[in-house]
């Protein structure tokens, strides 16, 4: 992939809590990818350990993904730029 990855922002939780399905969010942030502008995204642990990359929800719809990211490298690496600004602002992984 040779498209840049930024991430404008970050947001930690701050006391980063389980939801009912074990998954805990740890931040939330906004990133561009290449053209794309992506905000509102959530960096999760999911419950068997590994990160993932949540992308922003849609306002109207509960529980639904507005963009979904289909590359597993591309996705792999926004949540590797996240998991860097998320140490930057004082996260532990």
């Given amino acids: ?11 930690r939780v701050a006391e980063p809590k389980p ?3 074990g998954d805990t969010i740890l931040a939330y942030f906004d990133c561009v990818v290449g053209p794309i502008e ?3 995204c959530a960096l999760a642990r999911r419950r ?3 990160l993932t990359l949540w992308e922003p929800k849609l306002n109207d719809l509960r529980d639904k993904r507005g963009v979904l ?3 597993p490298e ?3 690496l926004v949540v590797d730029a996240a998991c860097g600004a998320f140490e930057a602002l004082g ?3």
């Fill in 19 to 21: 939801n009912k399905a």
């Fill in 1 to 11: 992939m040779d498209e840049k990855i930024q991430i404008t922002g970050l947001t």
């Fill in 69 to 71: 990211i289909a590359d």
């Fill in 74 to 76: 591309v996705k792999g």
């Fill in 48 to 50: 068997k350990g590994w």
């Fill in 91 to 93: 996260g532990e992984l």
């Fill in 38 to 40: 992506l905000r509102g």
